[in-house]
C-alpha cells in the first residue's frame, strides 16, 4: 500500500517540485513524520530495516538454533518494543505498547491477547485479505477488545518478523457486520491499488469526494451506495488526512494504516468504522 508520499495514482511524483502533494506529511495528532522523512515503500511495502540498538543482540553473538527452546518468538508481553526472555539465546517478542495503545486498553476496560487463542482465528484472515501485500511470515499481535459507542471493536497490529523480534508494519481495527455486505474497497483515490481484480468504481455523485476517493466493489448493491453517498461517512473522510483503507472480509469491516496501533490511531479508526458500519447497516 502507498502513502500520499509514494507516487499518485495518476503517476506523478511526489518528489517532483510542481507535484502538489509534494511536502506532504501526517497531521501531528496523529503521530506524523516532519516533511523529507524516508519513502513508505521502504518502511512499509517490504521487510523493515533492521532496528538497531533496539534491544537485538550484537552481530557477534549466534543466532539461535532451530529447535532451540529460546528460538521460539514470544507472545505478547508487557512493556517495550523488543525484550530478552531469559539468558540463553537472548529472544526477543513482541510485546507491543503497554504505555500506549496497550495502556489505554486497559484503561477502558479492554482485554488484551497475543493473536494466537481460538477467538483470533478470524484475524488471520483479515490480514490475508487486507489491501496491501502482506506475506505468510505477517501476523496478528498484540490484539485488543472492547467497546467504542455502539460498537465492539478488535484493534492490532500486523507483525513481521525480523531476526529474533516481530515488528509492527500495519495497524488494523475492524468491527463486526450485522448482516453480509458484498466485498469492497474503500481507499485514497492517490493510493496505488492491489489485489483489485475483480473489483469495478462506485462513483458517489460528489465530485469532491470522488476526486479523493475511491470505492471499489464486487457488485453494485444498496448497502455500498448507502456507503459511499452517505453525508457522515463523506464528512469524515474528506476532512481526514487520507492515511487509511477499508474493507469488507471475515464478517467484519476494517480499517487499516500502515502504522502500530496508539490510542489517537485506535479513536480515529473507531469514529470512522462507526460512520461505515452505520451506512452499511441502515436498510437492515
Known amino acids: 500500500m502507498s502513502t500520499p508520499r509514494d507516487r499518485g495514482f495518476d503517476g506523478s511524483d511526489a518528489n517532483d517540485p510542481s507535484d502538489p502533494n509534494r511536502g506532504w506529511h501526517e497531521p501531528e495528532h496523529l503521530g506524523g513524520e516532519p516533511a523529507g522523512a524516508e519513502d513508505d515503500d521502504e518502511r512499509y511495502g517490504g521487510p523493515p530495516a533492521d532496528p538497531r540498538g533496539a534491544g537485538f543482540p550484537p552481530p557477534s553473538e549466534p543466532a539461535p538454533q532451530p529447535g532451540d527452546p529460546s528460538s521460539r518468538r ?7 518494543a523488543f525484550r530478552p526472555r531469559g539468558d540463553v539465546g537472548r529472544v526477543f517478542a513482541y510485546q507491543g505498547d503497554l504505555v500506549g495503545a496497550q495502556g489505554w486498553a486497559l484503561q477502558h476496560g479492554w482485554t488484551l491477547s497475543d493473536g494466537s487463542g481460538p477467538e483470533d482465528a478470524a484475524l488471520a484472515d ?44 500495519y495497524a488494523i481495527t475492524a468491527a463486526p457486520l450485522l448482516a453480509p455486505v458484498p466485498g469492497f474497497r474503500l481507499s485514497p483515490a492517490r ?21 479523493r476517493w475511491l470505492l471499489l466493489v464486487t457488485e453494485d448493491a444498496p448497502p455500498l451506495r448507502r456507503l459511499v453517498q452517505d453525508p457522515a461517512v463523506q464528512g469524515l473522510l474528506l476532512g481526514s488526512d487520507d492515511g487509511d483503507e477499508f474493507w469488507a472480509a471475515a ?34
Open 191 to 211: 493510493f496505488w491499488r492491489h489485489r483489485t481484480a475483480g473489483l469495478v468504481p462506485l462513483p458517489s455523485g460528489n465530485e469532491a469526494f470522488d476526486a
Open 126 to 169: 483479515l490480514v490475508a485479505s487486507a489491501p496491501v501485500r502482506p506475506t505468510k511470515e505477517h501476523r496478528p499481535a498484540g490484539v485488543l477488545r472492547g467497546r467504542s459507542g455502539t460498537l465492539e471493536l478488535v484493534a492490532f497490529d500486523v507483525v513481521f518478523p525480523l531476526r529474533n523480534g516481530w515488528v509492527p508494519q
Open 74 to 80: 514470544g507472545s505478547l508481553g508487557t512493556g517495550g
Open 251 to 284: 464478517g467484519h469491516v476494517a480499517a487499516l494504516r500502515p502504522d502500530g496501533h496508539r490510542p489517537e490511531l485506535i479513536e480515529h479508526h473507531a469514529r470512522l468504522l462507526t460512520a461505515i458500519v452505520a451506512a452499511l447497516s441502515s436498510g437492515f
